[in-house]
């Protein structure tokens, strides 16, 4: 059980519901008729009530995360509560606090969630059902989830958002998943409707919603790196699908790392690696405007518009990325410096994997290997085609490929 009182410097984060201040604990009511200032959204604000709480009450500006630092600032000293939606730590708030102020000088005191609320009405095991959000996110982050016969729980953006969703499943093969949209759980006003996503038949109704999804049948899609090469748009700058789970499985990602893919030509290698986890990272680096923007497009129709594309030239558009977790070099490799930028970007235990089908680029990364070690091997490919009447293997150009870990302490050139 927190103390009844916080600590001076505290900022006491408290959930709310739809339900408003009768649903609150009494160790929240507590905590927000002993604060000074209370900051929130206009909706979260209009919950209170004036005869119980008579803090100053301060509306969150937009956009809102910028913001966090200079107003807890301008309220130092003062008793500050900061209401939330539902549970503060599950996509809310909480994070943000925690990341500005530090863990140890949060109280927070949940709510339960929409999602906990939606499993509940609806029966579904919480453990074992997907959660989407939209809020401040691109739709096409929900095409990651689509997978046939899974559950989905999407966390709305507005109003406008379950329409939105039926479109998409609907453009992406599953017309036939039957949506439930949750409106203000837990509130008096809750409300349910149904139906399919192809010819969703309901207008735009309560902001506040959450949208449950059963997918039923649909196209099948994969989990693992390897997508088929015809998954892309391509003008044939495409690591192909054996070469790039290969390369994937040498990249290793990890949740939360980042990937600086150089040379990104359909984007593949960076795409399947965010596609590993939800919580990494990649940057796609690549020259040509138009495969740029083609990148861009492979990424969003692959559920992973989050992968940050620059467009220009390497090194000189590495520049003042963020310190990457790996790296992967997939052309231009004979640019001067790239090599050595690259290495020198990564912290030590990083790793480099560099893909080539040129005489030119396997010899520099012949002496790479000589330098700095790590493992050298060519990946050979052959697929099985028609010959007249029979049927005989036609062999796709051998890629030489050279991958090694930074090591802790600078290295001798071997000699």
């Known amino acids: 059980m927190p103390p009844p009182t916080s600590a001076a410097g505290t900022v006491t984060v408290v959930g709310i519901g739809a339900d408003g201040w009768p649903g609150l604990a009494g160790t929240s009511r507590a905590a927000l008729r002993t604060a000074e200032v209370v900051i929130g959204g206009p909706r979260q604000l209009a919950l209170l009530p004036d005869d119980e709480v008579a803090a100053a009450r301060v509306p969150w500006p937009s956009p809102l995360r910028p913001a966090v630092p200079g107003l807890l600032a301008a309220h130092e000293g003062r008793r500050i509560a900061v209401l939330a939606s539902g549970d503060p730590m599950f996509y809310g708030i909480g994070r943000t606090l925690a990341e500005t102020v530090g863990a140890e000088r949060l109280r927070v005191l949940p709510h339960p969630s929409s999602v906990s609320y939606a499993c509940a009405r609806l029966g579904w095991p919480l453990e074992s059902t997907e959660v989407v959000s939209l809020v401040g996110r691109p739709l096409d982050t929900l095409a990651l989830a689509l997978h046939p016969g899974r559950r989905l729980l999407v966390l709305s953006a507005d109003a406008q958002t379950p329409a939105a969703v039926a479109g998409l499943l609907t453009a992406r093969g599953f017309g036939a998943a039957r949506l439930r949209v949750l409106e203000q759980l837990g509130g008096p006003g809750e409300r349910r409707l149904d139906g399919p996503a192809d010819g969703w038949p309901h207008p735009a109704g309560d902001p506040l919603n959450v949208i449950a999804v059963e997918l039923g049948d649909g196209p099948r899609g994969s989990l693992v790196p390897g997508l088929p090469d015809d998954t892309y748009e391509s003008d044939g700058q495409l690591t192909k699908r054996h070469v790039r789970a290969a390369t994937l499985a040498t990249l290793a990602p990890a949740p939360g790392e980042l990937l600086w893919d150089v040379g990104g030509g359909s984007g593949s290698?960076?795409?399947?690696?965010?596609?590993?986890?939800?919580?990494?990272?990649?940057?796609?680096?690549?020259?040509?405007?138009?495969?740029?923007?083609?990148?861009?497009?492979?990424?969003?129709a692959l559920g992973v518009p989050r992968l940050q594309v620059v467009t220009g030239p390497a090194p000189a558009a590495l520049a003042g990325l963020p310190t990457p977790d790996a790296v992967f070099i997939g052309g231009g490799l004979t640019?001067?410096?790239?090599?050595?930028?690259?290495?020198?970007?990564?912290?030590?235990?990083?790793?480099?994997?560099?893909?080539?089908?040129?005489?030119?680029?396997?010899?520099?990364?012949?002496?790479?290997?000589?330098?700095?070690?790590?493992?050298?091997?060519?990946?050979?490919?052959?697929?099985a085609v028609p010959v007249g009447g029979f049927t005989g293997w036609r062999q796709a150009m051998p890629v030489t490929q050279w991958s090694a870990v930074k090591p802790n302490t600078p290295q001798e050139d071997a000699s």
């Open 335 to 383: 640019a001067p410096g790239l090599l050595d930028a690259c290495w020198a970007a990564l912290p030590p235990g990083g790793r480099l994997v560099a893909n080539t089908v040129t005489l030119e680029s396997e010899a520099l990364l012949t002496e790479w290997y000589r330098r700095h070690g790590g493992e050298l091997l060519r990946l050979a490919v052959a697929h």
């Open 269 to 300: 290698i960076a795409i399947e690696w965010l596609r590993a986890h939800r919580d990494n990272r990649a940057v796609s680096v690549e020259r040509d405007a138009v495969r740029a923007g083609r990148i861009t497009r492979n990424a969003a």
